[in-house]
Each structure stands twice: as structure tokens, then as C-alpha cells.
């Protein structure tokens, strides 16, 4: 099975620019993620970084200074300018509301389409975490080589455990591409299975985590696009004709409330797949999505006494485990619980168990239908 390339002369297909989606309110994380305040501006894991910062540091290396492209909600705009001092105005886009991922994506690839003719991007979640960065880029690498053979390509997790919290994508055959050696074709996607599935997909074996990694020739991606969403495609063209031009603006406040909300998944990855168009890159690099309390769990410190958050806030932990995450400048004790949640802020504080952690956006949905958007 090969790939069309488009028949598009590649005047700098090599190439490539990152696309970091900054958004979501991590609701799963209240009351440390806010809307004000969302996850990928925290330092989550002790880091000294924020998620955002974190990942925008392990991209550089692969894309060069001027190689990353952050789109954000106009809320957070200045936030992440001030966390990125590095990244140029133009290169990082502001969407007035939120039109889910397809808009966000494809939006920042006709962007870097005209800037950069035949050009390679891949999105990659500002509120992830990645432990082994040398393997990631050794994924990367090859998942842009696929990319240039003109496949839409995920990056897909080796699973270490039955998830029941991620997509999962189900590999086929090899595609023997020059470059990239671990490169298979995506039978399909899959929804998040039940336990027992999820079960019998790690037995059958050739099943990967659905990290929502997306690597594509930018015309590659916009031709999916045109395909399969063509009114959103035309929306984006708009928009992107216009974004570094004094009209920018003007076409921004008319044209981006009418693009269709959808996910990139469901706009491009999942038709594109059932024609044989996808590939996947499977790679294991300690990748998490610090979706709730139970995953941060695994990934704070162990020390009985952690600096979390800065600000003296200190937690001191005795015969216990799980998370415990402090408010600013004071102490949180924790004695004699096992995998328990308490996390201290100045106007809320959560305790629930780590089985429970899924279930911590339900508090939001209440406070919301409480109208306490104060604390939202």
C-alpha cells in the first residue's frame, strides 16, 4: 500500500513546524486546573516548568527557533506569551472560541502551508508528559519521514496496561518506508473500550494508546480536510489567506464562529484510515496525558516531605499514598490513608480517592450548575 503524494513539488518539505494545541480546561484536575488556569500552564510534576513550557522544550530541538506554533483561547493568550517569551506574535494564533481540535490544527497547517510551501507539521497536546525525550524524537523523526511519503501519521503509546481511558488505534502491516523502519499502516481507530476489552486488545497484542499525536504534510492534512469537511476546509482557507495580513482580524471575527466544531480524529484520521492513508509510528517513550489525580499520582515525587507548588507549600506524608498536593505557603499533613486525594488550594479543597479521580469532573459540573463560576 503507498500513499498519493499530491503531486506537489516540495519546496521545503524538509521541514517541519510543531503545532501545540493549548486548551481544555482540565476539569479533571479541579481545583488546581481552572478555566483562568488550565493544566497546561502548571507545573504539575515538580518540574520547574509548565506542561506548556515542558513541551514546547522538547519539540525545539526537532523544529529550530520560529519551528513552533502554539494555538491558544484568546483568554490565555497572554499567559502563554509570558511563559514562551520565545515564540514571535505571529506564531502564536488566538482563537476567539472554542471550535475543537480540527479548526485549532488545521488552522495553524494552512498557516504554516504559506509560510513554508510542501511543509511537514505535527500537533502535539501542550499538557503532556514525556519522560524518555531522546526516544520521542527518534519517533518523531520517523514519523515525519512517513509524512513525507505522503501519510497522515500518528504516533501510537505501547500500552503497559488495560486502559480503559484512551482511544487505542490497531496496527496492520509494515509500510517499509525509507526512514522510518517502524512505521505500520492503522487498521482503525478504536474508542475508549470497556475494562474486559481493553483486556483482550493487550492479549491479542498490535493494539497502541491513541496519544492524539498527528504528523502530516500541511497539504497532505488540508486535502483530508477539503475531502471529507469541505466547509471547515473553506472556512480555514479564509482565515489562513488572511492571518498575516492587516485583515487578519476582520476575517477572524466573521468567519471563525461559522467553522464546524469536530475533532481532528473524526475530521481526518478516522476517514483517512479507512482508505489506507494512515500510518502509525509505534513507540513506548513514559508518555502520560495527566488526565486526573490518579495519573499525577504516579508522576510526583515519592519523598515523604515535596515542594509541589512553590511558594513554601510543602506536604508531609506518613504511612500514606496517592497524591497530596498543598496550598501556597502552608503545610498539608497526610497520615494513615491509602491512595487518597487531597489537594488544597485558597478557596477550594478536594478529597476523594485516586479509584474516584475520573469522577472529579462531576464536582465541576455541579459547581457550574450551582452557578459558582467563581470557583470554576
Do not use: C
Not at 514546547?56 to 526537532?62: A, E, G, K, Y
Not at 480540527?102 to 498557516?111: D, K, N, P, T
Not at 492571518?243 to 476582520?250: E, K, L, N, V, Y
Request: no cysteine.
Amino acid at each position: 500500500m503507498t500513499a498519493t503524494s499530491g503531486g506537489r513539488a516540495e519546496a521545503g518539505a524538509g521541514e517541519f513546524v510543531a503545532i501545540v494545541p493549548a486548551g481544555g480546561a482540565g476539569t479533571r484536575l479541579w481545583p488546581l486546573s481552572r478555566a483562568v488556569r488550565p493544566k497546561f500552564l502548571l507545573d504539575l510534576t515538580g518540574a520547574g516548568r509548565s506542561l506548556l513550557q515542558q513541551t514546547v522544550d522538547r519539540l525545539t530541538p526537532l523544529t529550530g527557533i520560529g519551528g513552533v506554533l502554539v494555538v491558544t483561547g484568546g483568554a490565555h493568550a497572554a499567559a502563554v506569551a509570558e511563559q514562551l517569551p520565545e515564540l514571535a506574535p505571529g506564531d502564536l494564533l488566538a482563537e476567539p472560541s472554542p471550535r475543537d481540535s480540527a479548526a485549532a490544527i488545521g488552522l495553524a497547517a494552512a498557516v504554516a502551508e504559506r509560510r513554508r510551501p510542501g511543509v511537514v507539521v505535527g500537533s502535539f497536546a501542550a499538557d503532556h508528559v514525556v519522560h524518555d525525550v531522546a526516544t520521542f524524537h527518534a519517533a518523531v523523526r520517523e514519523a515525519v519521514a512517513t509524512a513525507r511519503a505522503g501519510y497522515v501519521v500518528t504516533i501510537g503509546i505501547e500500552p503497559d496496561r488495560p486502559a480503559t481511558a484512551f482511544g487505542y488505534i490497531k496496527t496492520g502491516e509494515p509500510l517499509g518506508v525509507e526512514g522510518a523502519p517502524s512505521a505500520h499502516a492503522v487498521r482503525s481507530f478504536v474508542e475508549k473500550p470497556d475494562a474486559a476489552t481493553a483486556v483482550a486488545y493487550l492479549a491479542e497484542g498490535g493494539y497502541r494508546w491513541n496519544a492524539g499525536m498527528f504528523v502530516a504534510r500541511a497539504d497532505v492534512l488540508l486535502g483530508e480536510l477539503a475531502a471529507h469537511r469541505p466547509e471547515l476546509h473553506a472556512g480555514i482557507v479564509k482565515l489562513a489567506d488572511a492571518w498575516d495580513t492587516p485583515d487578519r482580524d476582520t476575517v477572524l471575527e466573521a468567519v471563525w464562529p461559522t467553522l464546524e466544531k469536530v475533532a481532528i480524529d473524526y475530521a481526518v484520521a478516522e476517514p483517512a484510515a479507512a482508505a489506507g492513508r494512515v500510518a502509525v509510528v509505534p513507540a513506548s517513550f513514559g508518555w502520560d496525558d495527566v488526565g486526573d489525580f490518579a495519573a499525577l499520582a504516579t508522576l510526583l515525587p515519592a519523598d515523604a516531605e515535596v515542594r509541589v507548588l512553590g511558594d513554601g507549600a510543602h506536604v508531609l506524608s506518613r504511612e500514606s499514598s496517592g497524591v497530596a498536593v498543598p496550598g501556597h505557603g502552608r503545610l498539608l499533613a497526610v497520615l494513615g490513608l491509602d491512595d487518597v486525594v487531597v489537594v488544597d488550594t485558597p478557596d477550594a479543597v478536594l478529597v476523594t480517592t485516586r479509584a474516584r479521580a475520573q469522577d472529579v469532573k462531576s464536582v465541576v459540573e455541579a459547581l457550574r450548575a450551582l452557578g459558582r463560576s467563581d470557583l470554576l
